[in-house]
């Protein structure tokens, strides 16, 4: 079994950064898929980003693409979220969730970490 803890959210102003981070422990896999997602007030949980665990090869949301990067350390069994130039459109709860291969659903979530974004 597999648990995941985020880490990183925080206030910040609209243009500012933030990294998110994603500590994975118990039983870790080295083929699990990794992503972000994240969750507004009154809004659906979104997909943001992901990395395959082996390989590195992400996909992002069209939201996040040219201002996020996601990444991974798998000695320190972690992911990443680099955030950038900020919006406010940005603010939610930021989850990290994952899944065994591109053919499973994410079944292992975190508890999320709030990411605010001021004007």
Do not use: H
């Not at 898929?33 to 996909?59: H, L």
């Not at 406010?88 to 974004?117: I, K």
């Amino acid at each position: 079994q597999v648990q995941l803890v985020e880490s990183g959210g925080g206030l910040v102003q609209a243009g500012g950064s933030l990294r998110l981070s994603c500590a994975a422990s118990g039983r870790t896999f080295s083929t699990y898929d990794m992503a972000w997602f994240r969750q507004a007030p009154g809004k659906e949980r979104e997909f943001v980003a992901s990395i395959t665990w082996n390989f590195g090869s992400a996909n992002y949301a069209g939201s996040a693409k040219d201002r996020f990067i996601i990444s991974r350390d798998n000695a320190k069994n972690t992911v990443y979220l680099q955030m950038n130039s900020l919006k406010p459109l940005d603010t939610a709860v930021y989850y990290c969730a994952a899944r065994r291969s591109a053919y499973s659903q994410y079944a292992t979530w975190g508890q999320g970490t709030q990411v605010t974004v001021s004007s």
